[in-house]
């Protein structure tokens, strides 16, 4: 069963662009949604995250967006450049259980 | 501060064989995850121990795999009789996590990517 349901599996935006990932899960004991980014040859590091009793994050050009009705929530990169090129992990946890669920993820590609 | 160190970084073992892979969490956490990466899989969890005890290993297969957090030393992630489809990247993180907190920030190692010939 997959609990954390992450999309497109690949991206390939314009450097400038608006790059979105979507994820959505179906656990509503979730109330910790993190992103992680992950470079080639390395472990993923924790990008930015959430908690569900708010709707919107930032922090520079990331955003997470978060509809707690829908269960979904997304990554917004502004601006993205080539060395946002990576792939992209949505996550979700919860008080009960402290194992983090991870997405399949999302390999973005940055064109100059 | 080193981070989360993983060791080997690269494993080549003969159907069969044991493998072991090893991580030194960051210092001051005391949880350690372990992941398993294939490609277009994802991260998927494996166990979640804290030094001594097991917490979860809803993930882990039920032959062949097994780890430990001991007192002392580094967690350790065994597999035995290794079979081609082990071959993946496994990946280590650790955590200064308040149990139920749920909001562990993990910081991964490089992980150790393990070829099955």
């Known amino acids: 069963q997959q609990q954390v349901k992450q999309s497109p599996q690949s991206l390939i935006v314009q450097k400038g662009g608006i790059s979105i990932i979507n994820c959505a899960y179906e656990?509503?004991?979730?109330?910790?949604f993190p992103w992680y980014q992950q470079f080639p040859g390395k472990g993923p590091a924790l990008l930015i995250a959430?908690?569900?009793?708010?709707s919107e994050k930032k922090e520079g050009r990331f955003t997470i967006s978060f509809n707690k009705s829908a269960k979904q929530f997304s990554l917004h990169i502004m601006d993205s450049q080539p060395g946002d090129s990576a792939t992209y992990f949505c996550?979700?946890?919860?008080?009960?259980?402290?194992?983090?669920?991870f997405g399949k993820g999302t390999r973005l590609h940055i064109l100059p | 501060n080193a981070g989360v160190m993983q060791n080997p970084r690269h494993l080549v073992r003969r159907r069969g064989q044991e493998a072991r892979l090893r991580c030194s969490p960051m210092?001051?956490?005391?949880?350690v995850y372990w992941y398993r990466q294939l490609p277009e899989e994802g991260l998927k969890f494996m166990v979640y121990?804290?030094?001594?005890?097991?917490?979860?290993e809803s993930g882990m297969p039920k032959e062949r795999f097994s780890a430990e957090f001991p007192k002392e030393g580094p967690s350790i992630l065994r597999i035995q009789q290794v079979v081609r489809g082990d071959s993946a990247a496994y990946f280590c993180?650790?955590?200064?996590?308040?149990?139920?907190?749920?909001?562990?920030?993990?910081?991964f190692g490089a992980g150790s990517r393990l070829t099955v010939l």
């Open positions: 993180a650790s955590s200064p996590v308040l149990q139920g907190s749920g909001a562990n920030v993990l910081t």
């Open positions: 656990n509503t004991a979730f109330d910790y």
């Open positions: 959430i908690r569900p009793d708010v």
């Open positions: 996550a979700a946890s919860g008080r009960r259980d402290d194992k983090i669920i």
């Open positions: 210092k001051g956490h005391s949880h």
């Open positions: 121990l804290q030094k001594e005890n097991i917490i979860d």
